[in-house]
C-alpha cells in the first residue's frame, strides 16, 4: 500500500505520515526533508539559485550528481532521519534560511526531476507513506489512499512557531508568518510540479483536531480503503 498524504507547509504532514507509518508498519519518507536537503547543500555550497521561475545555472545535473541522500532509522526514536552524503542533517534543515530558500530550490525543473526519480524508486522498499507537496499528483499519482492536508493561517504559525521554539531555534511569529505565505504562493505558482489537491484526494482539515484525531481520520480511510478491496 502507497499512502501519499499532501498539503500545505506547517499543517503536520510529516507528524501525522510519521504516526500513520508506525500504526500501520510501513515506510516513511519526508520528500519535503529531500527539498531542505538540497537547499542546505546549495547554500552550503555557494550555488546560485533564481528567486524567480529561471534557473541561474544553466545545468545542475552535475552538480545533482553530488548529492546522495538517505534516510536512516535512529535505533533510540525509532523515527527516520534524513543524511546528506552521510551526515545526519535533521536539525540543519529546520533552520529559517533554508525554509527561506527550500521553496525557491525546489522549483528548478531539474532539481524536482532529480528527487521525483529517487522518491519513486523508494517505493521498491515496499508499502509506504511520503507526504510533500506533490506525491498525489506527480510522484504517486496511482496512490492506493490520497490525503490533502489544510489548516487555518493563524494555526499554521502557531504550530510552527512552538515547534522551531522547542527545537531551541530562535524565531518570531512574524518571520514565521511570511514564510508561509512565501511558501503557499511559490507552492503553488511554481511551473515544475506545483502544489494541488489531487482529485481524487480525501481533504484533511486539521484547524481545530488534535493528532490523535488526525491519526484516526487517517487510519479510518485506511480501513475503508480496505473494506472496499
Known amino acids: 500500500m502507497i499512502i501519499a498524504i499532501d498539503g500545505y507547509s506547517s499543517c503536520g504532514k510529516s507528524t ?6 508506525k500504526r500501520l508498519k510501513l515506510n516513511y519518507i519526508d520528500s519535503g526533508a529531500m527539498y531542505r536537503a538540497v ?3 546549495f547554500l552550503q555550497n555557494n550555488i546560485p539559485f533564481s528567486k524567480t521561475a529561471d534557473d541561474v545555472v544553466t545545468e545542475y545535473t552535475s552538480i545533482l550528481e553530488n548529492i546522495h541522500i538517505q534516510f536512516i532509522r535512529n535505533e533510540q526514536t525509532g523515527q ?5 552524503n552521510g551526515k545526519n542533517i535533521e536539525v540543519e534543515i529546520r533552520q529559517m534560511d533554508v525554509s527561506d530558500n527550500v521553496s525557491y530550490v525546489s ?31 506527480t ?17 499554521r504559525v502557531y504550530r510552527r512557531y512552538h515547534e522551531l521554539i522547542e ?4 524565531v518570531t511569529p512574524d518571520e514565521i508568518r511570511k514564510n508561509i505565505e512565501l511558501r503557499d504562493y511559490e507552492d503553488t505558482h511554481r511551473e515544475e510540479s506545483p502544489l494541488r489537491k489531487p482529485d481524487d484526494a480525501i481533504i ?12 484516526q ?13
Open 107 to 137: 522549483a528548478i525543473k531539474s532539481v524536482r526531476k532529480k528527487l521525483v526519480v529517487m522518491q519513486q524508486q523508494m517505493a521498491t522498499m515496499g508499502h509506504l507513506v511520503m507526504d510533500g507537496r506533490d506525491i498525489g499528483t
Open 167 to 170: 527545537k531551541g531555534i530562535k
Open 39 to 41: 537547499t542546505y547543500y
Open 16 to 21: 501525522v505520515a510519521k504516526a500513520i507509518a
Open 139 to 155: 510522484v504517486f499519482p496511482n496512490a492506493d489512499l490520497k490525503i490533502f492536508m489544510t489548516a487555518s493561517p493563524e494555526v
Open 217 to 229: 481520520f487517517v487510519l479510518d480511510a485506511v480501513a475503508k480503503l480496505k473494506k472496499a478491496i
Open 80 to 84: 527516520s532521519e534524513i543524511y546528506l
Open 204 to 215: 484533511l482539515d486539521n484547524t481545530y483536531m488534535s493528532r490523535d484525531e488526525q491519526v
